[in-house]
Nanobody
């Protein structure tokens, strides 16, 4: 089992920045690819960014490319999502997730473990 706890969400004005953190406990963190997903009211959960076990591969959704950056610190069992130039359409609950799949994936159903989510609200 892997337990994931997100933090860092909040209310920010458009154009502002936030950094989300996700602390993992349980199994060996570096064995898992990690992902960030988000879900807005009335919408399906969608992929935001992912990072491979060693951090060398970092795919992004087109909607956040160039504005968000994912990183991880395996010594601290933590994955981060730095969000800049935030827009009202970025408003959602953000979830971090871990997958034991061999190949890095951007599909939510491929992720085994999920955090409880943290709310990000961007005002216009």
């Amino acid at each position: 089992q892997v337990q994931l706890v997100e933090s860092g969400g909040g209310l920010v004005q458009a154009g502002g920045s936030l950094r989300l953190s996700c602390k993992a406990s349980g199994r060996t963190f570096s064995n898992y690819h990690m992902g960030w997903f988000r879900q807005a009211p009335g919408k399906e959960r969608e992929f935001v960014a992912a990072i491979s076990r060693g951090g060398s591969n970092t795919p992004y959704a087109d909607s956040v490319k160039g504005r968000f950056a994912i990183s991880r610190d395996n010594a601290k069992n933590t994955v981060y999502l730095q969000m800049t130039s935030l827009k009202p359409e970025d408003t959602a609950v953000y979830y971090c997730a871990a997958t034991s799949r061999f190949i890095l994936t951007t599909t939510p159903k491929d992720y085994n473990y999920w955090g409880q989510g943290t709310q990000v609200t961007v005002s216009s």
